[in-house]
C-alpha cells in the first residue's frame, strides 16, 4: 500500500486542483467530463457515486439566514434525528433499502453544482444565450427552457432579471442521467426540484433547459439565490456533494428500476478508447507502483467476468501506450505517465471545444495547431487572433478561442473582464487581442484583473507603414532572441504563418527608424541587434493607443457603431468603455468611448488610459495666454476604474 502511495498522491493532487476524473461506468465515449467524468470528483461541487454514502433521507436544514456554518450542523442533526426515529419505529426499507444494501444497483446521474457571483453587467444574460444557444436541443426546438409550470422559459431574460434585480449569485446545476436517452429529462427536473425545495423546506425559483448536443443528453438548471422571503440561498456542503446526486439518482431508479448487469459491462467497455480520465484509469492507477508501473503478468482469473476486465485494462493501456500515457516496458508491463491525468483532460477539452467550434460553424485557420488551456493569471500574457467561444463542459465554464502568435490554440476560460469586454461588443472574431493579468490594490487585498489590448485586424496592421504595433513586439523579441526575424514555417498554414510573415515584413521600418540595426550578412542570411531603447519606445507606443485602428472609419467597422466626433459645450458629459484612439487626416486625435447606441470620439492628445477601462469625459474652462486672459473650453478625461482603486487604497 505504501508503496504506491506516491503515485496515486499524483493522481489526487491533480483532482483536487481540478483536473477530471471519471464517473465511475458512465458510457459513452468523446464527450464532455459533465456528462461522463467526475471531473470534480471529491471536490466541493460534485460527487461520484463510488465514494458517497447511501441516499440521502435527511432535510439538509432550511436556509442558513446570514452564513452557511448553520446549514451544514443543521444537517446533521436531522440526520441523527431520522436515525432514531427509524430506529423506534422500524421503518420498512422499501425503495431506499436497496439502495442502502447495493449502491450499485442504483441508476447512475452525474450531478455538478456552482454558482456565479454578480459580477460584470450582462454576464448573466450572456450564460443564458449560450444555454439557449442553437443547436443545443432537440431538433425543431426554439431555444427555450421550462420550469415548474411552464415551457417557455426565456432563460437569458431570466437570468438578466435575477442579475437586475441585485441577487448576490445564482446556483448552476448540470444533471446528467447514465440513462438519459430513455429518460424525460424536464419532468426529472420538475420531480428533482420537487425533491430538493422539500428537502430545504422552501419554495425556489428556478429554470432548465434539456440539452441533446452529446452523446448523452443532459439538463441545465438556473436557480435563483434568494428563496421566497428574500433571504439568500446557501446549501449545505454535505447536500451539494452528495445529496442532490442522490437524489437524483432515487428518482431515476424509481423510473427506471434497477441498473442491471449489462449496464455495468457496457459502461466499462464504453470507458476502454474514451479520450478521458476513465474509471478504468482510476483502477489501474491504484495498482501501480510507486513509480507507476503497472504489470499485468498475474495468473488469468477463472471467472469470465474477471477475464473480461482483464482484456478491458490491456485494451485501454494499449490505447493510453497509442496516445504516449503509457510505455511498455515489458511482456504485459506498462509505466504510467506522469502527466496521465492533465495530458487526458487536456484531449478531453480539446473535443469539448472541437463540439463548440463545429456547433458554431466556425472554422480555425490551422487544425493541426496544437491546443493548450491557458488562465490568465499574474505572469501569463498571450497574443493570438480571436476565432470565437468555447465552452469547457466539464466546468461548464465558457472559453474564448485565440490562434496565438506562438502557433498554439489557447482555450482561454473567460474571466469577469472578458465577459464584459464581449457583451460590450469587444473581441469578436478576426481581431488581434493581448491579454494579460494585472495586479489591482482593493484596500488591503491585492486582486487582478484581465488586461485586454486590441489590435485590430492582421491585414491593418500589416498595411500600417509608421506608428508601433504589436507586430514590432513580437520582431524585436525574435531578434533579441535570435538575431534575425522570424522566418517563413513550411509545414505550417493559417494564421500563424500569416503572422509571422507579417512580423517579418515590418524590418524595413524598423531598420529605417532604427529601433533594429544590421550588423553584418553572411551569404543570404541577415542578422539585426535591437537598437538602443527601442523595446521601451514601441512598448510606450503601444501602451499609449499608437496602434491600429487608427481612424474612426475603422473604429466604426469594428464596432458595428457610428463615430459621433464631440463639440464641447457647457455642462456636457459622456461615459462609456474606452475601444480605442484615432487620428484623422486632418491630424485631429480621438480617445473613443463606447456610449451606447453609438461611439463617442473625444478630441484630445490624451493616451494614457487603457482600452476597456470605463472613462468619463466632461467639458471644463481653461485659461489661456494669448497677449490677454481669456476662458476656454475643453474636454478632460477621468480614468474612472483607477479612481475606484485609489478609492479603496485610502
Known sequence: MSARRPYAEHESAQLQAGQPADHGDQSGSRRGVEISSPAFARGAGSSTPEQDAPAMRARPSRIARDHGGRSASALRRISVELARRQQRHHRARGAVAFTRASPALQQRSLVKISFARNKG????????????????????????????????????????????????????????????????????????????????????????????????????????????????????????????????????????????????????????????????????????????????????????????????????????????????????????????????????????????????????????????????????????????????ESRDEPLLILEGTDGRRHLVPQTPDIVAARTAGQLRPGSVVTLRAEWRTRGAIRVTRTAILEHGLLRDLKRTETASTILDRDALRSVRRTGDFPSAVAERRGFFRQWRAAVRARAPVLEREGLVIRSQDVGSKRAYEVGRGAERMVEGRISRGERVPTTLRELERIHGKEAVPLQAAPGRTYQGSVVGYAIEDDGQSYIVLDTGSELSAVPTDQRDIEPGHTARARTEHSTAREGRDRRTLVWAIDDLEHERDRGRGR
Do not use: C
Not at 431538433?139 to 434585480?165: C, I, N, Y
Not at 508501473?293 to 501506450?321: C, F, G, I, M
Not at 463540439?355 to 493570438?384: K, Y
Open 121 to 392: 453587467r450582462g454576464a448573466w444574460r450572456a450564460q443564458g444565450r449560450y444555454l439557449s444557444r442553437a443547436g443545443a436541443q432537440r431538433e425543431g426546438q426554439r431555444g427555450l427552457g421550462f420550469d415548474a409550470a411552464r415551457e417557455d422559459v426565456d432563460v437569458p431574460e431570466r437570468l438578466d432579471a435575477w442579475q437586475k434585480a441585485g441577487d448576490p449569485r445564482h446556483w448552476k446545476i448540470v444533471v446528467s442521467p447514465e440513462a438519459g436517452t430513455r429518460v424525460d429529462l424536464p419532468s426529472h427536473a420538475r420531480q428533482l426540484m420537487m425533491q430538493i425545495e422539500s428537502d430545504l423546506g422552501i419554495k425556489l425559483e428556478w429554470a432548465a433547459i434539456d440539452h441533446h448536443d452529446t452523446s448523452h443528453p443532459h439538463l441545465h438548471v438556473v436557480v435563483r439565490g434568494v428563496d421566497d422571503h428574500g433571504n439568500q440561498l446557501f446549501l449545505a456542503r454535505d447536500y451539494i456533494q452528495t445529496g442532490i446526486r442522490a437524489r437524483s439518482q432515487e428518482i431515476l431508479t424509481r423510473t427506471l428500476g434497477h441498473r442491471q448487469e449489462h449496464d455495468h459491462r457496457q459502461a466499462r467497455e464504453n470507458a476502454v478508447e474514451a479520450p478521458r480520465f476513465t474509471e478504468i484509469d482510476r483502477s489501474l492507477v491504484a495498482r501501480a507502483d510507486a513509480i507507476g508501473t503497472v504489470s499485468l503478468n498475474d495468473a488469468v482469473p477463472p471467472k469470465p467476468e474477471a477475464q473480461e476486465r482483464r482484456r478491458q485494462d490491456l485494451r485501454r493501456l494499449q490505447y493510453l501506450e497509442s496516445l504516449e500515457l503509457a510505455e511498455r516496458v515489458g511482456a504485459r508491463r506498462w509505466k504510467l505517465s506522469p502527466n496521465l491525468v492533465p495530458a487526458l483532460r487536456q484531449i478531453q477539452l480539446a473535443g469539448d471545444v472541437q463540439r463548440s467550434l463545429a456547433r458554431s460553424r466556425m472554422l480555425v485557420s490551422d487544425r493541426n495547431a496544437p491546443v493548450v488551456l491557458t488562465r490568465i493569471a499574474p505572469g501569463v500574457e498571450i497574443t493570438g487572433r480571436v476565432t470565437g467561444g468555447g465552452i469547457d
